[in-house]
């Protein structure tokens, strides 16, 4: 029985009955503001059949919003656990806080506030409860993804609720075919945004796109997108193995003479004059190397050095024209301008001490290339015959005296066959035309003189 004194509100049941839903209670002081500002019985719920109706209250006091500070540690969520609470020490400090915290002359708002001020220090002070939820990076997912994750997270909650069964359980096996779902999309997901991410650093790199890789290879995690770097085809994550790929890439840098990686990062190139200076450095470092490499080397004593770099085509090639006749001609004037033609005095000094070095045609003496360009009498019909246009047109830039002064030198002379680019500058005029039509009468003349070599050759055996 409720004292009559109490505002009620009855609720008249079907049979006859009353029953008390809501007490109204009116605070001390404070009768001149109404505390509740609407009551709501719900009765017109068709499927309750119980004798019970659920009572709606609305207070008029309310917290104002922006008296409620922001948490430093917003993002963490924790589970308050009620069941692990001190009952005690819960009672204590709520009476504590709230004797603190009196004051006669407080607004019903200030009140209301108040008195949740209070609850909450006791429930911090007596309740345990534990972090659900760091302020960790957030996922960064599409929205088809994000349904399959809280899928995922449904089907986890009904197989927690179902007792966490395991093999054969339905729960279980939807809860897995759920979590595979999600992972195999996200996987997807950031294999395209990885993929993108590369496309867009080759096709249009930007100064954006270069430093989030370089920084984020440098162990700077905070702005990067991707957690690989692409070297020789292969995806690298282990952060150990990419230091190694970096510091490999800082040490070509250094070998070409081209800017290092923390220079590159206070100025980068654009993509055209960067493509532009590392062809220049690579081609500059390896023709330096080859000509310093080939003065040691006496295979290449003919060949004229100084007019070979790399990434351009040589004159023996370029004189050449795409008939096959010619580029087999080519490749035997190559041989011979690299000195890997061989002949008997090249075989004897490389191969085996049974070779014979002496010219197996006409067996007077040692077959090397001054024999078989100018020497061997064997080959003296083809040799008057395609010879005497290349004296022609020589004598013809450079007079029949200066002929007479140095091509009477027989080593001088096979210099002219092999490689006049040699003599250019010195013997001969520097004319560009004039040394590519010797390199087409010369290639003609040691193409026949190798051809009679050959069928002398097999006609001897
Ligand atoms: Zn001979």
Redesign the pocket.
């Given at each position: 029985m409720w004292p009559s004194s109490l505002n009620k509100f009855i609720h008249k049941l079907p049979d006859g009955n009353s029953r008390v839903m809501a007490i109204k209670i009116e605070l001390e002081n404070h009768t001149d503001l109404d505390i509740v500002d609407k009551i709501l019985i719900e009765n017109t719920c068709g499927n309750n059949l119980s004798t019970h109706v659920p009572v709606f209250c609305v207070l008029a006091a309310k917290i104002q919003s922006n008296n409620i500070k922001k948490s430093s540690n917003s993002g963490k969520k924790f589970k308050i656990e009620w069941d692990r609470a001190d009952l005690n020490k819960y009672q204590g400090k709520l009476k504590e806080t709230l004797q603190e915290n009196q004051s006669p002359n407080l607004t019903s708002t200030e009140l209301v506030g108040n008195l949740i001020y209070c609850l909450k220090k006791a429930e911090k002070f007596a309740i345990p409860s534990r972090i659900i939820k760091l302020n960790g990076p957030k996922l960064k997912v599409s929205a088809e993804t994000k349904i399959l994750l809280n899928i995922s997270k449904q089907k986890h909650r009904i197989w927690d609720i179902g007792g966490r069964k395991r093999g054969l359980d339905d729960s279980f096996k939807q809860l897995k075919e759920a979590k595979y779902n999600a992972r195999k999309m996200i996987r997807k997901e950031r294999a395209m945004e990885r993929e993108n991410f590369f496309s867009q650093l080759e096709q249009k790199p930007s100064s954006k796109t270069f430093f989030q890789l370089i920084k984020r290879n440098l162990g700077n995690n905070k702005t990067s997108v991707t957690q690989v770097i692409r070297h020789e085809e292969k995806d690298i994550t282990c952060p150990d193995e990419q230091r190694e790929v970096l510091a490999k890439t800082e040490n070509v840098l250094l070998q070409y003479s081209l800017p290092s990686i923390d220079e590159l990062l206070i100025f980068l190139p654009t993509k055209i004059k960067w493509k532009q200076s590392v062809r220049h450095a690579i081609n500059t470092f390896w023709s330096n190397k080859f000509r310093s490499l080939s003065k040691e080397n006496q295979t290449l004593i003919r060949l004229c050095t100084d007019i070979i770099n790399i990434g351009e085509i040589h004159p023996v090639w370029k004189t050449a024209t795409e008939i096959p006749g010619d580029t087999k001609k080519a490749i035997t004037k190559a041989r011979i301008l690299t000195g890997t033609y061989l002949l008997q005095a090249t075989k004897a000094k490389f191969n085996i001490g049974s070779t014979d070095p002496i010219?197996?045609?006409?067996?007077?003496?040692e077959?090397n290339l001054l024999?078989?360009l100018t020497?061997?009498?064997?080959?003296e019909g083809v040799r008057r015959t395609f010879y005497a246009p290349l004296k022609q047109a020589v004598i013809n830039k450079i007079g029949i005296d200066q002929w007479k002064t140095n091509f009477q030198n027989r080593e001088t002379l096979s210099q002219l066959i092999v490689d006049c680019r040699k003599l250019a500058g010195s013997i001969l005029p520097n004319d560009n035309n004039f040394l590519n039509m010797v390199e087409t009468i010369s290639r003609n003349l040691c193409d026949k003189l190798h051809q009679q070599r050959l069928s002398q050759i097999n006609a001897l055996s």
């Open positions: 010219c197996p045609l006409c067996k007077l003496e077959e024999h078989f020497r061997c009498p064997s080959l």
